[in-house]
């Protein structure tokens, strides 16, 4: 079955960086989109950053210019280059592969890890 686990996470100033990992296995990677989502508390869960298997890539706009989704199909990994954090992007963040069959949408997740940003 697939698994997705994310790594990567912590605690950082604003200001800081973090680079969020997600390593996949259960699936053929390449043909999966991979996308992070964070939840903030109280809050829905929102999408933060998505890349196709072909390489296509949308940010939410609350992080254009900040953050930076890459995929290396070799490792089965997705990444999350996060700079110029700020405290309202603390959330846990979770990663998740989902591809379409059939007019069908299967989507997966990792267990989540905490992103906290301190003023």
């Known amino acids: 079955q697939v698994q997705l686990v994310e790594s990567g996470g912590g605690l950082v100033q604003a200001g800081g960086s973090l680079r969020l990992s997600c390593a996949a296995s259960?699936?053929?990677?390449?043909?999966?989109?991979m996308g992070w989502y964070r939840q903030a508390p109280g809050k829905q869960r929102e999408l933060v950053a998505v890349i196709t298997s072909g390489g296509s890539i949308n940010y939410a706009d609350s992080v254009k210019g900040r953050f930076t989704i890459s995929r290396d199909n070799a490792k089965n990994t997705v990444y999350l280059q996060m700079n110029s954090l700020k405290p309202e992007d603390t959330a846990v963040y979770y990663c998740?592969?989902?591809?379409?069959?059939?007019?069908?949408?299967?989507?997966?997740w990792g267990q989540g890890t905490q992103v906290t940003v301190s003023s």
């Open positions: 259960g699936s053929r990677f390449s043909i999966n989109a």
């Open positions: 998740n592969m989902n591809r379409v069959v059939l007019n069908l949408r299967y989507d997966y």
